[in-house]
Antibody
Framework: QVQLKESGPGLVQPSETLSLTCTVS????????VSWVRQPSGKGPEWMGRMWYDGDTAYNSALKSRLSISRDTSKNQVFLKMNSLQTDDTGTYYC??????????????WGQGTLVTVSS | DVQMTQSLSYLAASPGESVSISCKASKSISNYLAWYQQKPGEAYKLLIY???TLQSGTPSRFSGSGSGTDFTLTIRSLEPEDFGLYYCQQYYEKPLTFGSGTKLEIK
């Protein structure tokens, strides 16, 4: 059974760094790509970036200067780090898995999401 | 970036009716288009990919059509559980982009 679960702090101070973990089960990170998607309240989702099955990464150019995605395959975890957070980074952060192995671009599995609030 | 426009932000319909939700891409994306349903407290659900292919588990009352820039999600004979938010997403090119959503309310 495929599962993804996001974890991390619910509150982050402005200008600080956000660190989130996506723990997966039911599939291998070396066969499937995992993306991070965020959604401000009342708005559509925004794709942030992906960890490819082969360990490579891809980022949304709008966030690339602040964003880093990494993984630990032994722990079945994918990590997101984003620095210089501002209030408009507030929203729900999801990790997602591609529908098929290696790459599809559409997401058949989503975590429940974790709400991140940027506030002092 | 490819902009995805869902012109209708809200839609209300009664059980048994049919509804259509549109999505327009700012450039041709071939058929690299997915539709998702989001319901409160539940994980996003992939309904349709490749513009018109039903994801496993998606009820047959859902259908997708379109290619290029204009796409439509149709739900025939609405069920009460179909309420929620519907998003389109293009995966033709990076960055992957989503529409702003259409909220379907059941009357």
């Amino acid at each position: 059974q495929v599962q993804l679960k996001e974890s991390g702090p619910g509150l982050v101070q402005p200008s600080e760094t956000l660190s989130l973990t996506c723990t997966v089960s039911g599939f291998s990170l070396t066969s499937y790509s995992v993306s991070w998607v965020r959604q401000p309240s009342g708005k559509g989702p925004e794709w942030m970036g992906r960890m490819w099955y082969d360990g490579d990464t891809a980022y949304n150019s709008a966030l690339k200067s602040r964003l880093s995605i990494s993984r630990d395959t032994s722990k079945n975890q994918v990590f997101l780090k984003m620095n210089s957070l501002q209030t408009d980074d507030t929203g729900t952060y999801y990790c997602t898995r591609d529908r098929v192995n290696y790459y599809s671009g559409d997401f058949a599995y989503w975590g429940q999401g974790t709400l991140v609030t940027v506030s002092s | 970036d490819v902009q995805m426009t869902q012109s209708l932000s809200y839609l209300a319909a009664s059980p048994g009716e049919s509804v259509s939700i549109s999505c327009k891409a700012s450039k041709s994306i071939s058929n690299y288009l997915a539709w998702y349903q989001q319901k409160p407290g539940e994980a996003y659900k992939l309904l349709i990919y490749s513009g018109s292919t039903l994801q496993s588990g998606t009820p047959s009352r859902f259908s997708g059509s379109g290619s290029g820039t204009d796409f439509t999600l149709t739900i025939r004979s609405l069920e009460p559980e179909d309420f929620g938010l519907y998003y389109c997403q293009q995966y033709y090119e990076k960055p992957l982009t989503f529409g702003s959503g259409t909220k379907l309310e059941i009357k």
